[in-house]
Each structure stands twice: as structure tokens, then as C-alpha cells.
């Protein structure tokens, strides 16, 4: 059977690959529809940054598990069929999304979206290969997906931008609703029914060993995120969570162990790409979530509007498309990934030591964009190259595994990241406010004329102690607001370093070329 056989006959060619293109987008939405507005999503639940963090994890845990399954379930029915129930899910659960604020049923809500969200996506990822006439159809198909969940995010606020700003949550998600009801349409209007995987049975899947690995995953998860508000082993929950972590990972193991049709094969570590590939996402991740930070300092420190920031990060989407577009030369004309690497994370070590003379009081468009552009750049260079390095060495039957691997490594550094620079920020701020208190003391000439003439303007319209009060509040304000630049110099320092030594490592190590014609 034609790959094309399952579109209806009336639907031209130029058409098919635009259409699954933008189908890919709206599942790829899902992961950051709660981070579309932060500060908006948290006063919605009543939740801070943390509880928002952790229902990005919960998707995205659920997400790599099911990754173990897909194909399984797009095998078992046809391409219409499928789109269609699992787009209808979508939407379902995205009106069920909507009608609710509760914190405990939106954990399951994104549960649920993590196993529908990636279900509905995935299958037109093969489609698009198939419909691709060149021997390069995997490296541009891949190049498509990567740019979308790069640059997603943004451009995803930009899209319900108008309903954070003039409407309610409600309306936000049902936004949402309408790129799914998109996705519905496409599935009645171009497919036909027949198929284009050889049907598999669902019997056979492997749920126990499914629901293992993604226990191992959140209680992982939940330990990493909520550590620092919880004082980490002080606290009986996050002693529980990671012993849940240890015994259903160890669950885990021993059960694949064991299988005949394991969903894991532990065999793709005999690979050093798998190994090498997986050291190199987490420093990559690593780096990238103090991009975070960046944008955190621009709200906080220099008070811009969020919209006004959403402006700003379309500095790094062009960057970042330009990297992709290089990334897709080098891996078409073979070459050497140790060459791709080395000049990747070098553009992240100029692009960390660039940003630690940008963190100051007041700071311009001119001054912060170009290390925005740079990174964005340094991160579309290397996002593909490193995920087809990673599968490269592996065996035909394991590159699923090893797929799933580089996502699941992307899920605890995302964890991990967050978790890191959190506290480095809480310890960091904390030695610098009381580094920049000690030093305002009576005998300090510029802490005393400043403070006289903060006070002196507050106690013509104040009385004293008011004044006081508010002269105290407008000092600790500006200590905090220098003691996170200063955080964010230290930081972004130590980045520097380990991007720096991160490419030099990898200019000594053994060259390895991307063998691209090993995953074609």
C-alpha cells in the first residue's frame, strides 16, 4: 500500500505537508498553556510559581511515558480514525480545563493531557516524512517539529495574547479549543480510511511497567520542584517522594528486566552516542533554563509589562530559527558533529559571559536583545544535531528507546534547572542583600544623602513614621532588586565556564560523525 492512499484523492499534493505542519502545533501548545502568563495562571489557581512549574512536569512526565506506547496505538487504528478520537479527547479535555479553577483537578487534567496531547501530535510526524521526496525527508520533518517546540512557547502567549489582556482564563483555554477543532477538521477533510501502520493489537501493552516508570518520574519530580519550599529531607513528603522515586524505578528496571516485550531496552546504553548524547542535553538544559532568569530579572527588577516582554523574546525565536536552518545544512552535508558541538555551546559561552554585563539597574532594547538572539542561535544549532547524535549509534529496532531516553533526559533537566537556579537565586540574594545592608550605615555619605532625600519628599506629604516606613520599604526594595543583578552575574558566570569547558571537552573527544544515513 502508497503511504498516499490514505488521503482522499481530491486533496493536491502542495497541500498535504502545509496542512500537518500547522496540525503539529496545537499539541506542542499544550506544554506551555500554563506558562503562557505565569503571574495570569497563578491568580487564577490561587498557586505560585512552584505549583505552576510542577503542572508543566506532570505533562511533560506523562508525556515521555507515553512515548514508550505510541506506537502501539497508531498502529491499531486508521489515520482518520485516530486523528479524529483523539482530537475530539483533546477538546474535551481542554472545555473540562476550562470550566475549572481547582488546583486537584487540573493535576489531572494535564495527567490526561500528557497522554492525549503527545497521541494526538505524534502521528503526523511520520506523515510528513512519508510526503517529504527526498533522502533528507527525516532531518526536515524532525527540523519542522523542533522549531515549532522551541519557539512555541512565545508564540503561543502571542497567539491568546488578546485573551490574557481582555478576557477571563475561561476564554484563554477555549482559544486553545479552536487549533484542536482545526486539527478535527483536517482529519474529516483530507484522510480517508484506510491505514498506514499494519494493525497491532492494544492487548499487549505493558501498563504496569507504564505506570512504574511514570511514578518514578512525578515523585521524582515532585521532589526536585517543591525541595526548596519544603527544606528538602527535613520534610517527611519529600522523603516519601523520593523513596517512591528509588522503589518504582527499581520496580521499573527489574521488571523490563524480565519481559519479553519490554517497553524499554536497556540495551541502547551500550551505545556511547546514547551516553555522550545524554551528558550533552543535560549541560545544554542546564544552560538554557537560565534564559529563565533573564526574563524573570526583565519583570521584577526592570518592571516591564509582560506583553512588552513577549516583544522582546521574538529577538530569541529568530535566532533560534536561524540556528535550526544552519543545524539543517550541517546535518544534510555531514558535518562532523564534533565541529556542530564545539561551536554550539562556544556561542552559549560568549552568549553567558555577554549577559552578565547586562544585568544592571536600568538596561536597553540594545543591550539585552543581541545575547537574546545569540542564545537563541547557539540553542537551534544544537537541539536537532544532538537528538539525531543521540540516535545515531543506536540499532534500528532500539531508536524508539533511545528517543525516549533524550526526551525523558530533557524532562529532568527542565526539573532540575528549575530547582537549581531557584535556589541559587534564594542563596545568592540572601548573601548580597546582607553584603549591600551592611554597608548602609549613618557613616555612609551616599546612603545618608539618599536616604535624607527619599525621607525628606515622604515627610512633606506623610506622617513620620509613615515615612519611615516607606523610605525603609523603598531601600529594601532597591537592595533585593541589585542583590538579584548581582545573583544573576554570579550565575550566569558559572555558566559560562561550564559551556566553555563543555565545547573544549568535546573539540578533544573522539570524533564522531552523524551518521544521519543510520536513521534515514
Known amino acids: 500500500m502508497q503511504h498516499n492512499t490514505i488521503y482522499h484523492r481530491w486533496v493536491p499534493q502542495w497541500l498535504k505537508i502545509p496542512l500537518l505542519v500547522l496540525a503539529l502545533f496545537p499539541h506542542l501548545m499544550l506544554l506551555s498553556i500554563l506558562h503562557s502568563n505565569s503571574a495570569f495562571t497563578s491568580s487564577f489557581m490561587d ?16 508525556f515521555v511515558v507515553t512515548l514508550l506506547v505510541i506506537q502501539r496505538f497508531m498502529a491499531y487504528f486508521s489515520v482518520k480514525y485516530y486523528v479524529l478520537l483523539m482530537s475530539s479527547i483533546s477538546v474535551i479535555i481542554l472545555y473540562l480545563l476550562s470550566v475549572t479553577n481547582n488546583y486537584y483537578a487540573i493535576l489531572v487534567i494535564r495527567f490526561l493531557e500528557g497522554i492525549f496531547g503527545v497521541l494526538e501530535g505524534a502521528i503526523f510526524l511520520p506523515l510528513i516524512i512519508a510526503e517529504l521526496k527526498t533522502r ?30 481582555d478576557y477571563d482564563f475561561q476564554h484563554m483555554i477555549l482559544m486553545m479549543v479552536y487549533f484542536h477543532v482545526f486539527i ?33 518520574l512525578q515523585s521524582g519530580g ?54 555522550v548524547g545524554i551528558l550533552l542535553f543535560f549541560i545544554f538544559y542546564l544552560i538554557r533554563s ?3 532568569n533573564v526574563y524573570a530579572i526583565m519583570a521584577t527588577v526592570w518592571k516591564w509589562p509582560w506583553d512588552y516582554i513577549v516583544d522582546i523574546q521574538y529577538w530569541n525565536v529568530a535566532g533560534t530559527l536561524i540556528g535550526v536552518f544552519l543545524s539543517g545544512i550541517c546535518l544534510t552535508k555531514g558535518v562532523s558533529s564534533r565541529i556542530v558541538f564545539f561551536t554550539g555551546f562556544i ?67 527542565t526539573a532540575i534547572g528549575y530547582a537549581l537556579m531557584q535556589n541559587l537565586m534564594l542563596f545568592l540574594t540572601l548573601k548580597h542583600s546582607d553584603t549591600l545592608s551592611s554597608e548602609f550605615t549613618d557613616t555612609n555619605p551616599i546612603f545618608s544623602s539618599q536616604w535624607n532625600q527619599l525621607f525628606g519628599s515622604n515627610s512633606t506629604q506623610l506622617p513620620i513614621n509613615e515615612s519611615l516606613s516607606l523610605t525603609a520599604g523603598a531601600f529594601k526594595a532597591k537592595i533585593n532588586a541589585q542583590a538579584m543583578l548581582l545573583s544573576n552575574m554570579e550565575i550566569f558566570t558559572g555558566l559560562f565556564w561550564l559551556a566553555l569547558i563543555t565545547a573544549f571537552v568535546v573539540l578533544l573527544y573522539h570524533p564522531i560523525r552523524i551518521a544521519v544515513r543510520n536513521i534515514m
Open 47 to 62: 498557586v505560585d510559581s512552584d505549583d505552576i512549574q510542577y503542572l508543566m512536569i506532570l505533562m511533560y512526565g506523562t
Open 136 to 165: 533528507h525527508a527525516k532531518i526536515i520533518a524532525y527540523l519542522f517539529m523542533y522549531s515549532i517546540m522551541l519557539t512555541g512557547g512565545t508564540i503561543t502567549t502571542s497567539l491568546l495574547k488578546s485573551s490574557i489582556e
Open 184 to 216: 478535527l477538521v483536517v482529519g474529516i477533510a483530507i484522510f480517508n480510511r484506510n491505514r498506514f501502520f499494519p494493525k497491532k493489537p492494544l492487548y499487549q501493552l505493558d501498563i504496569t511497567s507504564w505506570f512504574l516508570l511514570w511514578t518514578c
Open 222 to 275: 515532585y521532589a526536585i520542584i517543591y525541595g526548596k519550599r519544603l527544606m528538602w529531607f527535613e520534610s517527611d513528603i519529600i522523603i516519601v517522594s523520593f523513596f517512591i522515586f528509588l522503589i518504582s524505578g527499581g520496580l521499573f528496571m527489574l521488571k523490563q528486566r524480565n519481559s519479553k516485550r519490554p517497553l524499554f531496552h536497556f540495551e541502547v546504553f551500550s551505545s556511547k552516542n546514547v551516553i
Open 290 to 292: 537560565g534564559l529563565n
Open 347 to 413: 556561542l552559549l559561552a560568549v552568549d553567558c559571559a555577554w549577559f552578565t554585563y547586562t544585568f544592571y539597574p536600568d538596561t536597553t532594547l540594545s543591550t539585552i536583545c543581541p545575547p537574546l538572539f545569540l542564545q537563541g542561535i547557539a540553542q537551534g544549532l544544537l537541539f536537532t544535531p544532538l537528538v539525531f547524535f543521540l540516535i545515531s549509534g543506536t540499532p534500528e529496532d532500539y531508536v524508539a528507546n533511545a528517543t525516549a531516553l533524550g526526551t525523558t533526559t530533557r524532562f529532568w533537566t
